[in-house]
C-alpha cells in the first residue's frame, strides 16, 4: 500500500486517562486504550507511585519527602467521574475518569486529595446529617493573543475571541459539567466561566476536568490559556471561588433563614465560623503558591482578612445575593463563597480543609460571625479585634508558618500527607526564590 494510502487509513487510539490532582494542584495520571478501559470500568485501575506526591510544580520531587524511591499503588477509576468531550482540533476525544489513589489491594491511601474530601464529606453528613452543595466559578487569561483592547465585561471582548466561549460551552456541556456563563473579565483577555452546582464531590472532579477542557479548547484554536494567581505583578488576579451551600439529604436547603442576621441558618452561620477561625491555616492550601500573595491583599477584590461580609467581593467569605424574580426561591439560590483561592489549589485537597474546618465550627456550635460592611482597613487594631478580624498570611512561608501553628488545621491531614505538603511547599519555595517579580509570574502562568 502506497505510504499516502496508509497515513489516510491510519486512525490513533483513543486513550481514557485515570487522573489524580496532586498537592502542586496538577493533573497528572496514565492513558490506558479506552476500549481497555469500557470492558471493565468498575475494575480500571494503573499503578502510581508514593513520591508522586512530592513532586512541585516545577517537576522536582521535594527532598527530602516521606516516601523516597520504594513503595506502589494504584490509580482506581471512579466510572461515575469521567469526562469525555470531542473537542475540535483533536484527533481523538479528551477522556479523563477522576481517579483515586489506593493501596495495592483497593485499601484507600489515606493521603490521597480525592480520598480526603470524601471521607471529610461522610464526616460532615453522620454528624450533621446535612451535605454540601458546591460551585467552583474559575477566571482564566488568554496570553499573548494580539487582539485588539476591549471594554471589561464587553460584548465585544467576548466576540472578538470567538468561536472560544461557544466551543467552550459545547464540550462542557458534552463532558457533563454544565456550564451556566461565560464571560468577559475586568482584566485583560480575562474571562471567567461558572457552571451549575452539586454535590461537592463532584464539583471538585468537575473543576478540575473544566481547568483541564479550557486548556486543551485553547491550544486547538492557537492559544494559550493561564489559570494562575498572577500573571503579570500588576495585573489583574485570577482567583476561583467556591460556592457552598448546606442541604438536607433530600436536597431542601439547609443554609437559609430570613429571620436571622445575613438570612444565614445557625448551621451555615457555625460551618462559616469554623471556616474564619482556621482561615490563616486554610490559605496555605487554597492559596498554594508565593505569587498567589500578590493577590491576596486588600483592595484587590479578592480577600485579605478574616472576613464575612454581604455581597461584597472583598470579604474572604462572602454572602451572595439572590433574586425573586420570576417567582423563583431565595432559599434555593441562597450560598456563600470562599474568595481566598486559585487555581494553584489542588480543588479535592481545598475543598476537604473547608470541610472540616466547616465541622470545627459546627461541633463547636460557634455563632455566625460578624458581618462586617466597612472596609477592616479603616478600623482600628481594637475594633478589627472585636469584630474577629485578623489579616490573612502575607506570604507562603507565612501561611505555612500558620498552618503548623493551627494544630486543629493541621490535623485534618494525615501525618504523612502533612509532612508531604509542607515538604513540597517549601521546595517550591526554594526553587521560585524569594523575588515576587514578572518573571515569577511568567513561570507560573506557564504551568497553570
Not at 195 to 213: F, G, K, N
Not at 347 to 355: E, F, G, Y
Amino acid at each position: 500500500m502506497p505510504d499516502a494510502a496508509m497515513e489516510s487509513a491510519f486512525r490513533p487510539m483513543p486513550l481514557t486517562a485515570l487522573v489524580t490532582t496532586d498537592y502542586a494542584g496538577i493533573t497528572r495520571g496514565r492513558a490506558i486504550p479506552t476500549a481497555t478501559y469500557e470492558a471493565d470500568p468498575a475494575r480500571a485501575s494503573t499503578g502510581w507511585v508514593p513520591a508522586n506526591l512530592s513532586l512541585t510544580p516545577f517537576d522536582v520531587i521535594a527532598d527530602p519527602n516521606p516516601w523516597g524511591s520504594r513503595g506502589d499503588l494504584r490509580l482506581k477509576a471512579d466510572p461515575q467521574a469521567r469526562y469525555r468531550t470531542t473537542i475540535p482540533g483533536a484527533q481523538t476525544p479528551f477522556d479523563c475518569v477522576m481517579a483515586d489513589i489506593v493501596a495495592l489491594d483497593g485499601a484507600p491511601w489515606p493521603p490521597c486529595a480525592r480520598g480526603l474530601l470524601k471521607a471529610a464529606l461522610a464526616d460532615l453528613e453522620a454528624e450533621s446529617g446535612l451535605r454540601l452543595v458546591c460551585a467552583f466559578e474559575h477566571e482564566f487569561q488568554i496570553l499573548g493573543a494580539g487582539w485588539a483592547p476591549a471594554p471589561a465585561f464587553g460584548l465585544f471582548a467576548l466576540r472578538r475571541a470567538d468561536p472560544l466561549g461557544s466551543v467552550l460551552a459545547a464540550c462542557l456541556e458534552e463532558a457533563g459539567i454544565a456550564p451556566e456563563t461565560i464571560i468577559a473579565e475586568y482584566g485583560r483577555d480575562q474571562f471567567e466561566i461558572t457552571s451549575a452546582p452539586a454535590d461537592a464531590l463532584v464539583a471538585a472532579d468537575r473543576a478540575v476536568a473544566t481547568r483541564e477542557i479550557v486548556r486543551e479548547v485553547a491550544l486547538r484554536l492557537g492559544l494559550r490559556a493561564s489559570f494562575a494567581p498572577k500573571t503579570a505583578v500588576e495585573g489583574v488576579g485570577n482567583g476561583v471561588h467556591v460556592h457552598m451551600s448546606l442541604v438536607h439529604p433530600d436536597g431542601r436547603p439547609a443554609s437559609f433563614d430570613p429571620a436571622r442576621e445575613g438570612r444565614l441558618s445557625d448551621s451555615m452561620g457555625a460551618f462559616l465560623a469554623g471556616i474564619l477561625r482556621h482561615a490563616p491555616a486554610l490559605v496555605a492550601l487554597t492559596a498554594p503558591a508565593p505569587i498567589s500573595y500578590l493577590r491576596l491583599a486588600p483592595h484587590h477584590w479578592s480577600a485579605a482578612w478574616t472576613w464575612l461580609g454581604d455581597a461584597d467581593r472583598e470579604a474572604t467569605l462572602r454572602i451572595c445575593p439572590t433574586t425573586t424574580m420570576g417567582g423563583r426561591d431565595p432559599a434555593r439560590q441562597f450560598n456563600v463563597e470562599y474568595r481566598a483561592a486559585d487555581a494553584c489549589a489542588a480543588p479535592h485537597l481545598a475543598l476537604a480543609m473547608l470541610v472540616r474546618a466547616g465541622i470545627e465550627g459546627m461541633r463547636a456550635r460557634l455563632p455566625t460571625p460578624p458581618i462586617v460592611d466597612t472596609d477592616p482597613a479603616t478600623l482600628s487594631d481594637a475594633e478589627r479585634a472585636s469584630l474577629g478580624l485578623a489579616r490573612l498570611p502575607g506570604s507562603l512561608s507565612d501561611a505555612l508558618a500558620a498552618l503548623e501553628a493551627d494544630p486543629v488545621a493541621a490535623g485534618f491531614l494525615p501525618e504523612a500527607a502533612l509532612e508531604t505538603y509542607l515538604g513540597m511547599k517549601r521546595a517550591e519555595i526554594a526553587i521560585a526564590g524569594e523575588t515576587l517579580d514578572e518573571a515569577l509570574c511568567a513561570r507560573y502562568a506557564a504551568i497553570y
